[in-house]
């Protein structure tokens, strides 16, 4: 525990707590099984604490059963191994949800749940090794870690924490200052425990329930300390064979002692407390329920560790519950519609299904002489950022520009996409292929090296507004200032639409005006009113007039920055949807986002002599 404890420690979460810090303003569904339901717990313990935000914990079943019929949300995934059915069935729901954020914690390298969740441009597992290796029948050393690797992405540091875990066990491994040895032999003979626990000891609580019951020790009710006042003490009244422990961390312990003192003095019972609070709390209780567990299975000549699992057990666990079950591209896009426009009119529904029908006859019909594809979010996702273009989207859009067909990209950034579109793609095809840079503001075909030039200075009120936003430094925000655009990030603010709004608010106070101020996935373009991805397809539409041209985004809601361009007749989202009948649709299959939806795209084309056709909506 001690070694598992210090590993555990010193892993670097700074990529987990990145993710968790964007969920901020999120509510958030954690989801175990078994020993991983405590820490699925814990999570949502810990997200509502730090962010004020409703959070609950499910199991996989639960979740399952309503993940495709609820909102996009943020979900957290908690595994020991990362392969047991459960979490995989529900893994493949939450992708098909198309989850907010998908984040798994997984104390196992290369696990499915780790490929299941990594698929998806949403998702991200943390993974890693557990110091011990694997755990017996009960989960421990998988659980301490899981925890310990959940308070520090939630902000917790080691100046929060004990540094080890000599404060809470002794040089015996038995757990300080718990009372344990005041356990009667009569208290581990009762035929029944209720478990009663506070605020800041449910985890522990819900943790010793499922470990008492899965070895097999005694069968257990839980409790929190005011609930058990509202009807359940007549257990104990009626059942006099049962044991009662209060779990009790520091603020709990009044609550606690006040309990258990006014229960008959011939009922067997013990408080297990800690003068810790939350964050530390959790594990000095955790701490006590192994021990506690430990002593069951001493009185009962049980081994929690190896209690021996019958062959019905063996087939039960394995059992999968979650058939796979194909959603058609019609019911799918239609789902993301009516989540971003909350409908429930069935009139409006009916005319989402007749616009679809209709959708996908004209995009049968229609026939293709190139494309406009937004960068960031469609041809490369966000862990593919700053790298090269993934090498199946770099086939894929070959096949297009081999094929002779004009390629255009229009992309809120500069050089760094000129060179990855040069490494993905043959000089041979360089001149059949366009740029966007800085959303339009300059435009040149792959082959020229001189452009995007950003030795020059911006209009005017691009530099009114460059001083405006650097007067803020309590803000935070890191500009990136060219004389096409500037751009905004933020190490403060996680969600992109709240820096929108700082970014607007402050141009606002300094009256600066004239210009559009519009969003990609992880920063905000300051641009001038004239500049436009549109003027993209217009240069694609000079070089070949009479041409018709497929345009494949990821923000086509305004302030998205491919809101305009997405309103062009013949456009797709690999994301989000335009809330509007007529808007632009989504129309790859449920889970499927970012470049993987564009894949999908230009696995549905098939080309002709002089166009190409595409197939969606099927």
């Known amino acids: 525990m001690a070694s598992t404890y210090r590993s555990s420690l010193s892993l670097d979460t700074v990529s987990l707590a990145e993710r968790i810090n964007a969920l901020a303003k999120c509510s958030l569904l954690a989801v175990g099984s078994g020993g991983s339901q405590s820490t699925a717990h814990l999570i949502a313990n810990l997200h509502e604490n730090r962010f004020g935000q409703l959070a609950k914990a499910e199991t996989p079943l639960i979740a399952h059963s309503y993940l495709q019929k609820s909102k996009p949300t943020a979900i957290v995934l908690v595994s020991a191994g990362g392969k047991n059915p459960d979490i995989l069935g529900v893994a493949r729901a939450a992708v098909e949800s198309e989850a907010k954020s998908l984040i798994a914690f997984c104390a196992s390298r290369n696990s499915p749940l780790a490929r299941v969740v990594n698929a998806f441009s949403r998702g991200f597992c943390f993974e890693f090794e557990l110091a011990s290796g694997r755990d017996g029948f009960l989960a421990t050393n998988s659980l301490l870690a899981l925890g310990t690797v959940a308070l520090t992405a939630y902000g917790f540091s080691s100046e929060h924490l004990p540094s080890s875990l000599g404060s809470l066990f002794s040089s015996y491994g038995t757990p300080r200052g718990f009372g344990l ?30 470990k008492l019951i899965e070895a097999g020790l005694v069968s257990v009710q839980l409790s929190d300390y005011r609930n058990f006042a509202h009807g359940r003490h007549h257990w104990i009244a009626k059942n006099p064979n049962t044991a009662v422990v209060g779990l009790a961390a520091k603020d709990d312990i009044p609550i606690a002692s006040r309990t258990l003192a006014l229960l008959p003095k011939t009922v067997q019972k013990l408080l297990l407390k800690t003068e810790y609070s939350a964050p530390a709390s959790w594990l000095a209780l955790q701490a006590a329920v192994f021990a506690l567990v430990a002593e069951y299975g001493k009185a009962r000549k049980i081994d929690p560790g190896r209690p021996g699992v019958p062959p019905f057990g063996r087939r039960v666990y394995h059992l999968n519950a979650f058939p796979k079950q194909k959603e058609s591209i019609e019911t799918t896009a239609i789902r993301r519609k009516i989540n971003l426009a909350d409908l429930t009119d069935t009139v409006a529904i009916k005319q989402l299904h007749d616009e679809f029908k209709g959708l996908s006859e004209r995009f049968r019909n229609a026939k293709f002489h190139g494309m406009v594809l937004d960068y960031d979010g469609t041809i490369c996702d966000r862990v593919d950022r700053f790298g090269a273009i993934p090498s199946e989207t770099a086939d894929a859009l070959r096949r297009i520009t081999q094929s002779g067909f004009l390629l255009g990209v229009a992309t809120g950034r500069g050089k760094s996409v000129r060179k990855a579109l040069r490494h993905a793609l043959p000089q041979s095809h360089w001149k059949r292929i366009w740029v966007g840079y800085y959303n339009g503001g300059a435009i040149a075909r792959l082959d020229d090296a001189k ?22 430094s309590s803000l935070g925000l890191h500009l990136s200032v060219r004389p096409q655009q500037i751009t905004v990030e933020s190490n403060n603010i996680s969600d ?43 240069t694609l539409n000079d070089i070949r007039p009479d041409s018709t041209f497929l345009c494949i985004g990821d923000r086509p809601q305004w302030p998205g920055n491919d809101a305009e361009l997405l309103k062009h007749d013949f456009s797709l989202s690999v994301d989000e949807v335009d809330g509007r009948l007529t808007g632009v649709w989504n129309l790859a299959p449920a889970g499927v986002l970012g470049s993987a939806a564009l894949r999908y795209y230009l696995r549905q084309i098939a080309i002709r002599s002089t166009h190409f056709k595409i197939r969606v909506g099927s």
């Open 181 to 210: 040895s005041r356990a009667s032999r009569s208290f581990f003979d009762c035929e029944y425990l209720v478990v009663l626990y506070g605020a800041e000891s449910q985890t522990a609580a819900l943790d010793l329930e499922s």
């Open 496 to 538: 992109v639409h709240e820096l929108w709004c700082q970014v607007l608010q402050r141009l606002s106070e300094s009256r600066v005006d004239g210009l559009k101020v519009v969003v990609s996935t992880r920063s905000v373009d300051v641009i001038p009113m004239t500049t436009s991805k549109l003027t993209l397809l217009g």
């Open 451 to 472: 452009k995007p030039d950003t030795s020059g200075v911006g209009i005017r009120q691009l530099q009114l507004a460059a001083e405006a936003l650097k007067g803020v």
